[in-house]
């Protein structure tokens, strides 16, 4: 009994971690300073060269052997791993809000910021008009 192979596929692995981090072609042909049409032809390549490979790996913020070794199975594992382990306390219970600090506090400490810096503008421009 034979099993099939996947080929390698590098053109869909392009696509696929494009996707997965949120970018559309154009955005990846702007980078690339080609068209969007190049970069379609570019994820329907089965193989591409060295250069351009490096090129798109730059672009897309991986390393060449990233993109050679990418698997959609094993990327899933590990998000699936990463969800679970980082969302749980030690009784295996889902934590949603897991924050080591109070959202609450950062934004009043913010809009604390803000209003002494407006104090300030206002403190700098009453000596210019004493002036």
Known sequence: METATKP???GRKISRIRELRG???ETLAEELGISQQAVSKIEQSEKIEGDKLEQVAKALGVTKEAIENFS???AINYFNNFYDNSFSNSQGTFHPNNCTFNPLDKVVEL????VQAEKDKIEYLEK???K
């Open 8 to 10: 390698n596929h590098i």
């Open 23 to 25: 970018m559309k072609q």
């Open 72 to 74: 959609e199975e094993l």
């Open 111 to 114: 809009y604390e910021r803000l």
């Open 128 to 130: 210019l008009l004493k």
